[in-house]
């Protein structure tokens, strides 16, 4: 009786242990990561009501943008043109002319996003592939 009660509390604390340690690292696993071009990049997408939103500086760097923060802005430079983006906003500017987005651009965690249908207004493409947002640049 003392070896069965003594066996049962032991599975009791291992079974608590590994529900732990599964609330603890699934939502690392359930996150969907961002590949530019075949590369995986540090930051992770998020989809957000139905809209795929893109962690700007990871996804400009992937594609060899230079990307800086000037007066509130994100500045990108990217083949000869320059893209500006300011958070909470739908508008962000090509070549100092106003384009907009279907939805607001925001900061979460230090990091701006903007909408995925950037990718598309820069003529490229995206895809979710399994948990894995898939981005193509030419």
Same mark, same amino acid.
């Given at each position: 009786?003392?070896?069965?009660?003594? +066996?049962?509390? =032991? +599975?009791?604390? #291992?079974?608590? #242990?590994?529900?732990?340690?599964?609330? +603890?690292?699934?939502?690392?696993?359930?996150?969907?990561?961002?590949?530019?071009?075949?590369?995986?990049?540090?930051?992770?997408? +998020?989809?957000?009501? *139905?809209?795929?939103?893109?962690?700007?500086?990871?996804?400009?760097?992937?594609?060899?943008?230079?990307?800086?923060?000037?007066? *509130?802005?994100?500045?990108?430079?990217?083949?000869?043109?320059?893209?500006?983006?300011?958070?909470?906003?739908?508008?962000?500017?090509?070549?100092?002319?106003?384009?907009?987005?279907?939805?607001?651009?925001?900061?979460?965690?230090?990091?701006?996003?903007?909408? *995925?249908? =950037?990718?598309?207004?820069?003529?490229?493409?995206?895809?979710?592939? *399994?948990?894995?947002?898939? =981005?193509?640049?030419?």
């Amino acid at each position: 009786m003392v070896l069965e009660t003594k +066996l049962r509390r =032991i +599975l009791q604390w #291992l079974m608590v #242990l590994v529900v732990l340690g599964a609330a +603890l690292v699934a939502p690392v696993w359930g996150q969907p990561r961002m590949r530019v071009n075949g590369r995986y990049v540090d930051d992770r997408p +998020l989809r957000v009501q *139905g809209r795929t939103m893109v962690p700007a500086r990871s996804f400009f760097r992937g594609v060899g943008a230079d990307v800086d923060w000037c007066d *509130g802005y994100c500045d990108v430079r990217r083949g000869g043109h320059r893209y500006r983006f300011r958070p909470r906003t739908n508008i962000y500017y090509y070549d100092d002319y106003p384009r907009y987005f279907p939805g607001e651009s925001f900061v979460r965690g230090g990091r701006l996003y903007v909408p *995925g249908d =950037i990718v598309n207004a820069m003529g490229g493409r995206y895809y979710w592939g *399994g948990s894995d947002l898939n =981005i193509h640049m030419p």
